[in-house]
């Protein structure tokens, strides 16, 4: 997921520059252009730091110190954008924000990722979850309120809703999205980014409306990449075995036969065609010597536990590293059972296609919900594990230790 923001604080720098021409104030543009170069500067520094750390190059309190030092340097770039004069359009500041909400994003997710393996200090790496929580809370507020006092505004309700998927806040993308489609009526890309926060938002079902929505989206672009992807797997959950094929394999056409993708979507045609119909539901007919399984323990940071409800939902899952959001993998609980140890295998899967044994590569993820629903939102406290090579048959630690901004 770092790296995906990375992704995204380049991607929103690159509009920053596009739409240069339509910036107002040349004071402005000097100020903007200035803090988009700091936030890649940032992000870059950032990376470079996680690797020197695992290069042992650097120790955790180095570490530590630097992305401080980064964060705050960020955070004060953001501080001189609020400052510039309103007379230009209101436009440039809403980018603005959005580019400077990225690298404090960035270093908090560096913050969550190597937290039990640099085993940083738990009561330090609590606050330093909790304060970079708040900032970002403040700095997303101003977004919205720019975004909302410009409705016209695509590119900033783009980046904002690539902001709240980041960041698992699937309703409130999917809520952007639906805007976006009502100014951009034509454009698949759209369409399928609605279709898909919508799907995220209401447990990975992609039948009803995201199906609609994909389904406008090919017949302005048959060969969509995600879009017949998503489809394939709509049309199987409701149990339309044939659409499903067809779309999966107009997705094969021109791929090249020893790419994963493409070995990936044999195996999923293959297992469908010799299938009475498409299953929707938990894989039960698999032997136990064949399920692939791997044991989680997971516990709660001790500084964390007075601000906890016992009864709170617990949700441990996997879900690749590279591919479809779906888990494949789900167990629930109450925070008053941890520490706990729980086994995660394929009978746990949604769809025998989307089970651990389908994807070599996963990640482990544990969350205390605060609202009892699967999806994360701002507040719930969680942990991540790295990525993990399901082949090994690995006993994974999670530890929860951090808040979700």
């Known amino acids: ?170 309703t409130d993308a999917a809520t952007v999205y639906r805007e976006l489609n009502k100014l951009r009526p034509d454009e698949p890309d759209v369409l399928v980014n609605y279709a898909e926060a919508l799907a995220r938002s209401h447990g990975n079902r992609l039948t009803g409306k995201p199906t609609e929505l994909l389904n406008q989206a090919l017949n302005l672009e048959p060969k969509h990449g995600r879009a017949l992807w998503l489809a394939g797997f709509a049309e199987q959950q409701a149990d339309n075995k044939d659409a499903a094929l067809t779309h999966w394999r107009n997705l094969m056409t021109g791929m090249e036969e020893d790419s994963d993708v493409y070995k990936h979507l044999s195996e999923l045609i293959s297992e469908l065609e010799n299938s009475e119909s498409a299953p929707v539901t938990v894989v039960t007919n698999e032997s136990s010597d064949d399920k692939q399984s791997i044991q989680v323990k997971v516990s709660l940071l001790p500084e964390l536990q007075s601000k906890i409800d016992p009864d709170t939902t617990m949700f441990i899952y996997a879900r690749a590293s590279e591919g479809p959001p779906m888990p494949l993998a789900v167990h629930k609980g109450l925070a008053k059972d941890l520490p706990i140890t729980v086994t995660l295998d394929d009978s746990m899967a949604m769809m025998p296609q989307m089970s651990l044994s389908k994807f070599p590569q996963i990640v482990v993820g544990a969350r205390l919900s605060s609202n009892g629903q699967p999806q994360g939102q701002s507040g719930d406290y969680e942990g991540f594990s790295e990525v993990i090579e399901i082949s090994n048959n690995p006993i994974v630690d999670i530890l929860i230790n951090s808040v979700k901004p």
């Open 1 to 170: 997921m770092i790296f995906m923001l990375l992704t995204l604080a380049i991607a929103v720098i690159s509009v920053i520059f596009l739409l240069k021409p339509l910036l107002s104030s040349k004071e402005n543009q000097t100020a903007v252009e200035r803090n988009a170069v700091n936030v890649e500067s940032a992000a870059t520094r950032l990376a470079e730091l996680k690797q020197d750390f695992e290069n042992g190059l650097i120790d955790k309190k180095q570490l530590q110190n630097y992305q401080l030092e980064i964060e705050t340097a960020a955070l004060e770039d953001l501080r001189n954008v609020t400052s510039l004069e309103t007379q230009g359009k209101k436009f440039n500041k809403a980018i603005a924000f959005i580019v400077a909400l990225a690298v404090p994003i960035f270093s908090f997710l560096v913050y969550q990722q190597l937290g039990s393996e640099a085993a940083f200090d738990s009561q330090l790496q609590t606050d330093e979850s909790a304060i970079a929580s708040h900032e970002i809370e403040k700095m997303l507020a101003a977004v919205e309120k720019e975004v909302l006092e410009n409705p016209d505004d695509v590119e900033g309700r783009v980046a904002l809703a690539q902001v709240y998927v980041e960041m698992e806040r699937y």
